[in-house]
């Protein structure tokens, strides 16, 4: 349960085919961008990992704190500054 929302915390995973890992972190990019209008949705802990290989998550957005409640929804390893 976290403190801000009083509320459970669970990991959906959904299982798409790519061309490598940089090609599954584009499309945890698109695929969180297209939901990030659902406030459920923690878009900066989205991760990736292969197939079998659940405890080698690769981090898909930056997530750097920005001030208040903002963070950086730029991909992990982004050049030139952040944005949210």
């Known amino acids: 349960m976290t403190a801000t929302t009083g509320r459970e915390r669970y990991v959906v995973h ?12 584009l499309l945890a990019r ?3 961008r297209s939901l990030a209008f659902l406030p459920e949705l ?5 991760t990736v990992s292969e197939e079998g290989a659940p405890d080698a998550q690769h981090q898909v957005f930056c997530d ?9 929804v ?3 390893d982004h050049a030139g500054g952040c944005t949210s």
Do not use: M, N
């Open 64 to 72: 750097r704190r920005l001030g208040g409640r903002r963070r950086c």
């Open 42 to 46: 923690v878009l900066g802990e989205t």
């Open 14 to 25: 959904l299982t798409v085919a790519a061309d490598g890992l940089p090609a599954a972190r």
């Open 74 to 76: 730029r991909r992990v």
């Open 30 to 32: 698109a695929i969180g």
